[in-house]
């Protein structure tokens, strides 16, 4: 395996992703992630100085819209999916001191 | 004929001429459902109840004589990836378990509007992220060709569903080859349309600037129907295209003489099994006898579009991903430390393995020191992709070659060893990387009896010239029903549990 991942590449990327993992699952993790970048690695193969990035085949403009309010009012159903709620907002665990 | 082998446009013309009621229509599919489903398992959900009051609403409406679309009336099935409001959208993935979204996607909606009826939502790999069906978390969905192998995937439930006869055609989504690949594998039709002909609004992203929704049916004839009703400009959706030619029906035409179809030779070399191979050139042949001008051609770059693909697609899945943290909606994990502890805590244990890999290795490429060398050489991947692509269309109208390198493995094959399933989708990615519509129509069976897949890709917004060739060549065959589709009904408790 050329792509060789360092404990401390794969702690970065589980911060980065938001992922706790366990330590069976990080050394995984270090094995797929090399075997997909040795892989990945073929496109270097390709010349591709003086491409320019492609992100979108169809569109090249932007869209906009007037900033006005078109849908009704979906607190309720919103709040509906929240796993936690109180007086119409969500609750998540103390953020500030 | 049997209600259950009607095509949806033919059934659809039978209810709005009151010779089968809505409900009639209903209750066979709920019942073909209720035989099969402990087999197979191509639903998450069945809504029951819902179906047949959709179905006696718009039986009323025809019986009061007013307007109807085509399919009004038609029983159908929604990838549990699209929105319906009121109905789970689990996404078959644990951390959506309980959400119930408050509004309906919009592909849904027209269809709805036209007064289709909906029986439920279908299994996918969790997120759209594989190729099997089998990483949802809800189950594995069986092939029903042969219930010992995969259906394909993502859209593996709706191709499975569509296939058994549990409903007349099915919405899938689209981002590497989710609704072709399944397709093949068990011998329906499915389109993938130009990028930004149907709208994503209510769609669960996976990566947004691959995915699409498309028709799944029986024959080229229905997908046309349905892509006809769910294609339009939508202001919710900024990569909605304004488009004029959406009669996608008119297209059904017998008729190709004339047509210039290109095989490339990249689709048919190593990798490929034989069979399919055959069969592939089989159906080519047959179209070049109807007046098609078929030839072989060179590509070129085929073996970089997966690398790219995974690039493109983990980036974008990594960041659409992020939304799901426990606070809004969704699976929250208990036992944490802080909020920081809560979104990793609930990630980590609502994410099944494919999707963490993929959010890692998007995270991966996105991060400062590896966004040029992965991402953006990613992108300028898809740049000479999309030129291969155009200059293939300045000399062909269609491209034609395999769905799949294979007919559908068996259960778990695949799911071992990711590198490999990946390589799976090596005709199927370079469509959604150039935006191209794309479908797979079934060409025959290999020696096992498993249905093979022919793919045709048009050029941008060229959705006619793939649907009549599809069709064309449609017309040279019978379609090919599992033995297990037909109707079950009359024999309760055949296919029980194994």
Request: hydrophobic share 40%; with cysteine.
């Amino acid at each position: 395996m050329a792509n060789v991942i360092t404990d401390e590449t794969i702690e970065y990327v589980g911060i980065l992703a938001k992922l706790e993992l366990s330590r069976e699952e990080k050394e995984a993790a270090k094995q797929d992630m090399g075997r997909m970048l040795d892989y990945i690695d073929k496109l270097n193969e390709l010349d591709t100085s003086g491409v320019e990035p492609m992100s979108h085949v169809i569109l090249a403009d932007n869209v906009f819209r007037e900033d006005v309010v078109v849908n009704g009012d979906a607190r309720e159903g919103m709040l509906k999916n929240a796993p936690k709620q109180k007086d119409g907002a969500f609750m998540v665990p103390k953020t500030v001191e | 004929m049997d209600i259950l082998e009607m095509s949806a446009v033919e059934l659809g013309r039978k209810i709005k001429a009151r010779e089968i009621g809505a409900l009639e229509a209903a209750e066979a599919a709920l019942a073909q459902i209720r035989a099969l489903e402990p087999v197979l398992n191509c639903y998450v959900a069945v809504d029951e109840e819902g179906a047949r009051r959709q179905a006696a609403e718009v039986q009323k409406k025809i019986d009061g004589g007013m307007q109807c679309g085509p399919l009004a009336g038609v029983p159908m099935a929604v990838k549990d990836n699209m929105c319906l409001e009121g109905m789970p959208a689990t996404c078959s993935s644990k951390i959506l378990e309980n959400f119930v979204p408050p509004y309906t996607a919009e592909a849904v909606k027209k269809l709805v509007e036209g007064g289709a009826v909906v029986l439920g939502k279908t299994n996918m790999d969790e997120f759209a992220m594989g190729s099997t069906t089998e990483t949802s978390a809800f189950g594995v969905t069986k092939n029903p060709w042969d219930p010992e192998r995969v259906p394909g995937g993502s859209s593996g439930g709706s191709c499975a569903a569509v296939a058994a006869n549990e409903c007349f055609y099915a919405l899938g989504s689209d981002t590497g080859g989710s609704i072709r690949q399944p397709s093949s594998f068990c011998g329906v039709a499915g389109i993938k349309p130009t990028y930004g002909t149907v709208s994503r609004y209510g769609l669960i992203a996976y990566g947004s600037s691959l995915d699409q929704i498309g028709p799944i049916a029986r024959s080229v004839g229905d997908c046309a129907a349905v892509l006809e009703e769910i294609a339009f400009h939508d202001a919710k959706d900024s990569t909605s295209v304004r488009r004029r030619d959406c009669d996608f029906t008119s297209a059904l035409v017998d008729d190709v003489k004339g047509m210039r179809i290109g095989i490339p030779q990249d689709y048919l070399g190593e990798g490929l099994d034989d069979e399919v191979r055959s069969a592939v050139l089989a159906a080519a042949k047959a179209l070049e006898e109807k007046g098609a001008v078929v030839e072989e051609f060179g590509l070129s770059l085929v073996e970089y579009a997966i690398p790219a693909y995974y690039v493109i697609a983990s980036a974008e899945a990594s960041s659409n991903l992020s939304r799901f943290d426990g606070v809004k909606y969704g699976y929250r994990a208990k036992g944490y430390e802080g909020l920081h502890g809560m979104y990793k805590k609930s990630r980590s244990e609502g994410f099944g393995e494919e999707v963490k890999r993929r959010i890692m290795l998007g995270s991966f490429v996105l991060s400062s020191g590896y966004y040029d060398a992965y991402y953006l050489k990613a992108l300028r991947t898809k740049a000479l992709v999309k030129q291969a692509f155009d200059k293939a269309f300045a000399g062909y109208d269609v491209i034609l070659g395999p769905a799949a390198p294979s007919t559908a493995p068996r259960l778990g094959e695949l799911l071992s060893d990711p590198l490999k399933m990946y390589l799976g989708d090596i005709y199927t990615i370079a469509a959604n990387l150039a935006g191209l519509p794309a479908m797979s129509v079934p060409c025959g069976r290999d020696s096992k009896g498993l249905p093979i897949g022919l793919q045709l890709i048009g050029d941008c917004f060229k959705e006619k010239n793939i649907i009549r060739a599809g069709y064309a060549y449609e017309c040279t065959r019978n379609y090919e029903m599992p033995g297990l589709a037909k109707r079950q009904a009359a024999e309760p408790g055949r296919w029980e549990v194994r």
